[in-house]
């Protein structure tokens, strides 16, 4: 059977719908989802605007998207927590489960990870997607769909704050960047019991939408010098920050855990000099890979400075309980909604940053085929 209408990238900039065969299982632990809901991430622009990010290059067409919900259409023998029906939530990426990274619980980190629409695999942005049965979570009934999409941003949230940034409650956190991944990352933290959040943008609406939806402190850059070199204009932002918020290197006004969700190169300097002596920095945010920063300073203050890809054990476990307990709501996140057959301009309205009305994109998420852009 054929009747898997696919979102598919041809080339650069070439996209179709293509009426692809329907998957079946491949093993008795595999399940089938009929996807509902998929979230449009910047990975999958990227790949449509320029065809690779770092090592992964298109060179064969590829389904795009990878953060979806949707209904177990099959389920194989061996998988006992779903049944046809049930609503879930898809982690994307299917590791081996036998190298070294994968049996000491840093599975993100395998050498053969299977993730959707990364090259060579198609995503989700199908009717049908197949999947092993460990990577699908069932919804509690008060959550929606839409949830279920958004459980996969949320949990590079829950990797970024909790997992690798240890944060716990009564510390103080300070995010660069007021995107989607940006904006989870200081929901976690609240969500956590944060005693203080500060948003960091250049943005003025982005910054009065952390304000509104984090309780975020919030903090515009200011503009550099003619000719100022970056490391010395961080230096200098990060000086200002801490004279207007009343930031301190050790006490209790000091940041303890700051994440980098933009990728700029000053975000990354600026972080770096803010963070409290012997603190934490989580880089999560993908941006030029050749940045200057300052290693002198970074020894004397014993910084810790980890990278975050994706996300690991217990990070969509933890993303659904805090949503169905009411510590986090995504809803707000939601701007935009399309059919499938206007995947295209969901793409190009996220990659242009608002709609045709001026309204800005925080998350556009796309229906699956024959599905309403009401339903839940």
């Known amino acids: 059977m054929s009747d898997n209408p696919s979102f598919v990238l041809q080339s650069v900039g070439n996209v179709s719908i293509e009426h692809r065969p329907i998957p079946d299982l491949s093993s008795d632990n595999d399940v089938i989802?009929?996807?509902?809901?998929?979230?449009?991430?910047?990975?999958?622009?990227h790949y449509?605007?320029?065809?690779?990010?770092?090592?992964?290059?298109?060179?064969?067409?590829?389904?795009?998207?990878?953060?979806?919900?949707?209904?177990?259409?099959k389920a194989g023998s061996k998988v006992k927590h779903v049944k046809p029906g049930d609503r879930v939530a898809i982690e994307p990426g299917a590791t081996c489960g036998s190298c070294t990274h994968c049996?000491?619980?840093?599975?993100?980190?395998?050498?053969?990870?299977?993730?959707?629409?990364?090259?060579?695999?198609?995503?989700?942005?199908?009717?049908?997607?197949?999947?092993?049965?460990?990577?699908?979570?069932?919804?509690?009934?008060?959550?929606?769909l839409e949830d279920g999409a958004m459980?996969?941003?949320?949990?590079?949230?829950?990797?970024?704050?909790?997992?690798?940034?240890?944060?716990?409650t009564n510390q103080s956190i300070?995010?660069?960047?007021?995107?989607?991944?940006?904006?989870?990352?200081?929901?976690?933290?609240?969500?956590?019991?944060a005693s203080r959040i500060i948003a960091v943008d250049i943005v003025p609406s982005r910054l009065e939408f952390a304000?509104?939806?984090?309780?975020?402190?919030?903090?515009?850059?200011?503009?550099?010098?003619?000719?100022?070199?970056?490391?010395q204009y961080s230096r200098r932002n990060a000086e200002n920050m801490k004279k207007v918020l009343g930031i301190e290197d050790r006490g209790s006004t000091a940041i303890d855990l700051v994440v980098d969700a933009s990728g700029a190169e000053v975000s990354i300097q600026?972080?770096?000099y803010l963070v409290k002596v012997g603190g934490t920095v989580v880089q999560v945010g993908m941006g030029n890979p050749n940045v200057t920063i300052d290693l002198g300073m970074i020894m004397v203050k014993e910084l810790v400075f980890k990278g975050s890809f994706r996300y690991g054990p217990g990070a969509y476990a933890l993303a659904i309980a805090?949503?169905?307990?009411?510590?986090?709501?995504?809803?707000?996140?939601?701007?935009?909604?399309?059919?499938?057959?206007?995947?295209?301009?969901?793409?190009?309205?996220?990659?242009?940053?608002?709609?045709?009305?001026?309204?800005?994109?925080?998350k556009a998420i796309i229906s699956g085929p024959d599905v309403s852009v009401e339903a839940s």
């Open 151 to 168: 459980m996969e941003p949320l949990s590079v949230g829950v990797h970024s704050v909790s997992h690798l940034g240890s944060f716990r």
């Open 211 to 231: 304000k509104k939806y984090a309780g975020a402190e919030t903090y515009q850059p200011i503009p550099p010098s003619e000719n100022e070199p970056r490391i």
């Open 48 to 73: 449509l605007v320029h065809g690779r990010i770092g090592d992964f290059v298109l060179k064969n067409p590829m389904v795009l998207g990878h953060e979806s919900s949707g209904v177990i259409s």
């Open 174 to 193: 300070a995010v660069f960047g007021c995107g989607p991944v940006g904006l989870l990352c200081m929901a976690v933290a609240r969500a956590l019991g």
């Open 103 to 144: 049996k000491s619980g840093r599975y993100n980190l395998c050498p053969d990870i299977v993730f959707a629409a990364t090259p060579p695999y198609d995503g989700t942005l199908a009717r049908y997607y197949r999947v092993h049965g460990s990577l699908v979570y069932p919804l509690p009934d008060h959550l929606s």
């Open 33 to 45: 989802v009929e996807v509902k809901k998929t979230g449009i991430c910047g990975s999958d622009v």
């Open 270 to 272: 600026t972080a770096l």
């Open 322 to 362: 805090l949503v169905s307990q009411g510590k986090i709501d995504l809803k707000p996140l939601v701007t935009h909604r399309y059919p499938f057959t206007d995947a295209l301009v969901a793409f190009n309205t996220t990659r242009a940053g608002k709609s045709e009305d001026g309204k800005g994109v925080i």
